[in-house]
């Protein structure tokens, strides 16, 4: 009998084309998905070789870093962007890669579009040149982030070279508290890991709190995993996993959809798997979240106050704590609910997606965005945009004041029209506070889409649990 | 790709810990379709002020950093973002190793693909290391890459690890997809094995 193996085990050991005496392998990268911003140098590099994309079917190209979200008809103001985005539209065309345009309702975030369209499947390889690809291994599919010549050399061999990762399970156990959701699920296990808990580590996510998630909580739940350090994560495959993919245009057909089913079901741990770490929460102990630094580590429930450098561990850590603090313009001791804000976005690859906009919309309805404070909705893809419009969305929030917008990476980074002002202070749905992240000196609050809709309500951060 | 063998050069000391990739090289820069020209972007927020001049306080902005060729810093360097627009601006600025005690994944393998060294050691010796940085251009490190040693001023050696694998890249410089390219028939034997085994994989 062989030994009981971990998901990521499974769908590494299938995909071993070839294992070096070191330990190095060969990896096979069943899926590639290409947006403009890490391509371009990818491409010329292949041009200069002279070689060829291996397997462009198996590739899905897509702008959205840069994309305006407004006045889409006209062609892309800043020079640029617009460059990248044509550069990207030429690429596509000369190796022959399947690529949604701008004008394509099904255009949207990359890591949006993939599992939308069923591209995204359990037991795949997948990579992309950006880090939040661990977003599709909500799945049940070995997703990660790679460079540029990385994204070259899966373009020309449709490999990767790699070794593999340490497994770490994290098992959230119970259910949480109304007013808690996927997103203060995994700013929690941030919050208890820190930035560099996961690295090296592929994380599986299970227990009932997160089989109890619908796929769009689990892929923001995964997503994040890169702010835990972790290449990917990963969920087991289900029923909600295998219900969300039936019928979509690129998943198995009915002629095959008993064979992949059958696959897939083989896929979850074994009984008695073993893993290099292992850490435990409890749903029911997570509050609503709030970052309050320039780490998405730097995070404490809604109740909590500004902390103190003072009462750090160590010198590194307190100088962090001091710049971050002296960046954000916040004073220790300062209670989270009630710093105001000047911006709400509401948005990305991690809330970008329907049950996002719903939550959302939820507080918003019937209420009135503060006056000052712009409010933004980015739906992460063309098709979510349809679905929240097809839904009434789109008039619950423009109603309450909320602005409408075209799908793309938006605020979540910047590149395009939709950034902080130097001082602006943002409650935003996205997944970096990082420095300069969402405009040069903007600040940055992480949060649920649900406490970003009460922030731009209320002016100041709040308790979403307020707002029944 | 170009060689990594030796190095000695001046050290600079940034000891700061979790410098994310958006720190290293902010948004704005990543519309380039070019690897080359990133170097004056480096550390853009925290080394200019925001009248575009050169903050006189960040390290790489004050004699003899200008010229450093190896970078001292704290755990988590490289965190966030894969853009190897990252790994492009440190190179375009001159660093070609940086030592820390640990580095996120994708920008690890990032620099190596880049033919830059990336060192982890224990944060005691990056300690010694940021204090030997610290004292300028009287203090130079170098970095030997086949003997896997960093050779303190007073001529002590710190042994680090490194993969084998990514070692001979860099020693060699060898192009990666080259070599992987040489293994298409192996390649070619899997996906025939997959169709078989998961066929919807291939429409
Ligand atoms: S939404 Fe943000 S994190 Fe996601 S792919 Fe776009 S820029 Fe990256």
Not at chain 1, 200 to 217: D, K, N, P, Q
Not at chain 2, 105 to 113: L, Q, R, S, V
């Given at each position: 009998m062989t030994s009981p193996k971990t998901l990521f085990d499974k769908i590494w050991d299938s995909h071993v084309v070839r294992r070096d005496a070191d330990g190095t392998c060969l990896l096979y990268i069943d899926r590639h998905m290409v947006h403009e911003v890490t391509s371009a140098q990818a491409f010329d590099g292949l041009r200069l070789a002279g070689r060829k994309a291996r397997r462009p079917e198996a590739t899905l190209v897509?702008?959205?870093?840069?994309?305006?979200?407004?006045?889409?008809?006209?062609?892309?103001?800043d020079d640029d962007s617009r460059i990248q985005v044509e550069t990207l539209e030429k690429n596509a065309a000369e190796f022959g890669l399947p690529y949604f345009p701008l004008t394509d309702i099904r255009q949207g975030i990359v890591h949006i579009i993939g599992p939308e369209q069923g591209f995204t499947q359990p037991g795949m390889t997948i990579v992309c040149g950006d880090s939040h690809t661990a977003t599709h291994g909500a799945f049940g599919a070995l997703a990660f982030g790679v460079g540029t010549s990385e994204v070259e050399h899966v373009l020309a061999t449709q490999t990767l070279i790699q070794k593999p990762a340490k497994n770490m399970r994290i098992t959230v156990t119970g259910s949480p508290h109304p007013g808690v959701g996927a997103k203060d699920i995994i700013l929690a296990i941030i919050g208890q890991i820190g930035t560099a808990g996961g690295t090296?580590?592929?994380?599986?996510?299970?227990?009932?709190?997160?089989?109890?998630?619908?796929?769009?909580?689990r892929m923001t739940v995964c997503n994040m995993s890169i702010e835990a350090g972790a290449r990917a994560g990963l969920i087991a495959p289900d029923e909600t996993t295998f219900a969300y993919i039936l019928g979509r245009p690129m998943a198995p057909g009915a002629d095959q959809w008993d064979a992949a089913l059958a696959h897939w079901k083989t896929l979850p741990s074994d009984p008695g798997a073993t893993y290099d770490s292992e850490i435990t929460l409890s749903a029911a102990d997570i509050e609503p979240l709030v970052t309050w630094g320039t780490s998405p580590e730097d995070v404490l429930p809604i109740t909590g106050q500004v902390p103190d450098p003072a009462a750090a561990k160590d010198a590194a850590k307190?100088?962090?704590?001091?710049?971050?603090?002296?960046?954000?313009?916040?004073?220790?001791?300062?209670?989270?609910?009630?710093?105001?804000?000047?911006?709400?976005?509401?948005?990305?690859c991690t809330n970008g997606r329907i049950e996002d906009l719903r939550e959302a919309a939820a507080i918003a309805k019937g209420r009135k965005v503060a006056p000052g404070i712009r409010a933004l909705v980015v739906p992460g893809s063309g098709l979510v945009k349809k679905q929240a419009e097809d839904e009434g969305l789109d008039t619950v929030f423009t109603q309450a004041g909320f602005e409408w917008r075209e799908p793309g990476c938006s605020m979540c980074l910047a590149m395009n029209p939709d950034k902080l002002a130097p001082g602006e202070r943002a409650a935003s749905t996205s997944n970096r506070n990082f420095e300069g992240r969402q405009g040069p000196g903007g600040r940055t609050h992480l949060m649920s889409p649900a406490m970003v809709a009460a922030a731009a309500i209320a002016g100041h951060i709040a308790d979403v649990r307020d707002f029944d | 790709m170009e060689k990594f063998t030796t190095l000695t050069g001046i050290a600079a000391p940034l000891p700061m810990i979790n410098v994310d990739t958006d720190k290293i090289i902010p948004a704005v820069w990543l519309k380039t379709i070019k690897r080359t020209g990133l170097g004056p972007a480096l550390f853009e927020a925290i080394r200019y002020k925001a009248d575009g001049s050169e903050d006189p306080d960040f390290v790489l902005n004050k004699e003899p950093y200008r010229k450093a060729e190896i970078l001292v810093t704290g755990k988590n360097f490289g965190c966030g973002s894969s853009r190897e627009h990252a790994v492009w601006a440190l190179d375009g600025f001159g660093i070609r190793c940086v030592i820390a005690p640990d580095f996120a994944?994708?920008?690890?393998?990032?620099?190596?693909?880049n033919g830059m060294l990336l060192v982890k050691l224990p944060q005691d010796d990056v300690d010694k290391l940021m204090e030997d940085a610290e004292k300028g251009g009287n203090a130079r490190l170098s970095v030997d890459l086949e003997r896997q040693v960093v050779i303190r001023p007073d001529g002590e050696e710190i042994a680090f690890d490194i993969d084998p694998f990514r070692k001979n890249c860099l020693l060699n410089g060898l192009d990666d997809i080259a070599l992987t390219l040489q293994k298409k028939a192996e390649i070619a034997d899997f996906e025939s094995g997959q169709k078989k085994t998961t066929p919807w994989l291939y429409g």
């Open positions: 897509v702008a959205d870093h840069n994309v305006p979200t407004t006045d889409r008809d006209k062609p892309i103001a090296g580590h592929v994380i599986e996510y299970t227990g009932e709190a997160i089989s109890a998630l619908s796929m769009e909580g307190r100088r962090s704590m001091e710049r971050a603090l002296e960046y954000m313009g916040l004073e220790p001791g300062t209670k989270l609910a009630g710093i105001p804000i000047r911006t709400a976005f509401i948005g990305s | 994944d994708i920008f690890y393998t990032n620099a190596f693909k």
